[in-house]
């Protein structure tokens, strides 16, 4: 086990709604990272977030956002939720700064759009 | 040019054979690269990684070899058991002002007993 937690495990949302997703990282961490894993497929880099401040972004469009709040926890955010959302919704956290880069994952909340 | 490419996509190994899986990358600016193993239902789990100073990481059964001039890298599992099946990813890792993971596809593995 990674320290890493998410809720809620599973969601199921319809096309349109609006989703939270929340992140508690593993204790001494200070960096939140954001991934989206469709069926099948590797994880996709969404965002990442550094002293409650997004540092770094993929290709997903602004409908993704998320908060990073005073104890590194976070949340994912998607609004306008299209049928392609549907996936594994993955946090990591990291330590800035440290001598290595690893990335440790929660266990997912995995988001169904009907 | 921020590709992770793996191959291959799915592998069928007996019970104390060896597993490989082998992944290449173009961009020189990735520094570090884990291995992650993922359970279904489960997030991905850190195996092993290296860096690309370094040719040969054994830490177990798991063994990476890396070839930098050639800009691939491999993941042995040697004495490969049924709790090895698993799906594995090899990843590349980019720091540049912010920390980002490139994942290749992914390769199912499954041990039969």
């Known amino acids: 086990e990674t320290g890493v937690t998410q809720s809620p495990t599973h969601l199921i949302k319809t096309r349109g709604q609006q989703v939270t997703l929340r992140c508690s990282s593993q204790?001494?961490?200070?960096?939140v990272s954001w991934y989206q894993q469709a069926l099948g497929q590797g994880p996709q880099f969404i965002f990442q977030?550094?002293?409650?401040?997004?540092?770094g972004r993929g290709n997903f469009p602004p409908r993704f956002s998320g908060l990073q709040f005073p104890n590194y926890s976070s949340e994912l955010n998607v609004n306008a939720l299209e049928l392609d959302d549907s996936a594994l919704y993955l946090c990591?956290?990291?330590?800035?700064?440290?001598?290595?880069?690893?990335?440790?994952f929660g266990p997912g909340t995995r988001l169904t759009v009907l | 040019q921020q590709q992770v490419k793996q191959s291959p996509q799915s592998l069928i190994v007996q019970k104390g054979g060896i597993s490989i899986i082998n992944c290449a990358y173009e961009?020189?600016?990735?520094?570090?690269f884990p291995w992650y193993q993922q359970f279904p239902g489960k997030g991905p789990a850190l195996l092993i990684a290296i860096r690309p100073d370094v040719s040969e990481k054994k830490e177990g059964r798991f063994t990476i070899s890396f070839n930098k001039s050639a800009k691939q890298f491999s993941l042995h599992i040697m004495d490969s058991q049924p709790g090895d099946s698993a799906t594995y990813f090899c990843a590349a890792f980019m720091n540049t002002g912010f920390q980002k993971l490139v994942f290749g596809t992914g390769t199912r593995l499954l041990v039969s007993p």
């Open positions: 204790s001494g961490h200070n960096t």
């Open positions: 961009n020189t600016a990735f520094d570090y």
């Open positions: 990591a956290s990291s330590l800035a700064g440290a001598s290595t880069d690893t990335q440790y």
């Open positions: 977030y550094y002293r409650e401040e997004e540092n």
